[in-house]
């Protein structure tokens, strides 16, 4: 009779365990259907008015240009030059001209001596010390002033270009000698159109 008694007790621990481990699976099962129902939360969108921010980018900005284009005038006209100026800000100069001198265009290479300074005159790169420097127009890596300039020339040709920040190397500088937000002034001589 006891081992009736224990295998009865034995089996009824045994329907509780497998009571409690069926609850445990369908509580389980309940929290996963529920998870799986939940929407992820929603982000909230921002919207941008283009127009508006390119107003207030200028806004902010205007002063500075102001300043820049107040000193490019300045040194101008303590050297006595009489320069050109593009719709996009650049200032150029001929040296010396070549009527019969290949026209260049994009995508051509050229072969240019050049001397690069600030315009309180601190001499920041040149090809006496470099050499020359060779490089595809509207292609490769050179400031974009100087890829605009630099179209308006005949092989044979030297020209001064008075490049703003903005044509030149924007709001950081070139992070070696020429510093953020500088105007600087170029001296280019195509000496070859390939």
């Not at 050297?79 to 719709?87: A, D, N, R």
């Not at 630099?150 to 020209?159: F, R």
């Amino acid at each position: 009779m006891l081992s009736r008694l224990r295998i009865k007790n034995a089996e009824l621990r045994i329907k509780k365990l497998l009571l409690l481990a069926s609850c445990f699976s369908i509580l389980a099962s309940c929290f996963s259907i529920l998870a799986s129902c939940s929407e992820p939360p929603k982000q909230k969108q921002i919207e941008i008015n283009g127009s508006k921010l390119k107003e207030d980018v200028i806004k902010a900005n205007k002063p500075a240009v102001v300043m820049e284009q107040d000193e490019i005038n300045a040194y101008i006209k303590s050297h006595g030059y009489i320069m050109q100026s593009s719709g996009t800000g650049l200032r150029y100069l001929f040296i010396k001209q070549n009527p019969k001198g290949k026209k260049i265009e994009i995508k051509n290479e050229i072969e240019v001596n050049y001397k690069v300074w600030l315009l309180d005159g601190t001499l920041c790169y040149s090809s006496v010390k470099n050499g020359p420097k060779i490089f595809a127009v509207g292609a490769d890596n050179v400031e974009s002033g100087v890829h605009e300039g630099v179209k308006l020339m005949k092989e044979g040709e030297k020209a001064l270009f008075i490049l703003p920040a903005h044509l030149a190397f924007n709001l950081i500088g070139d992070r070696d000698k020429i510093p953020p937000k500088s105007a600087v002034v170029y001296e280019i001589e195509v000496l070859e159109v390939r």
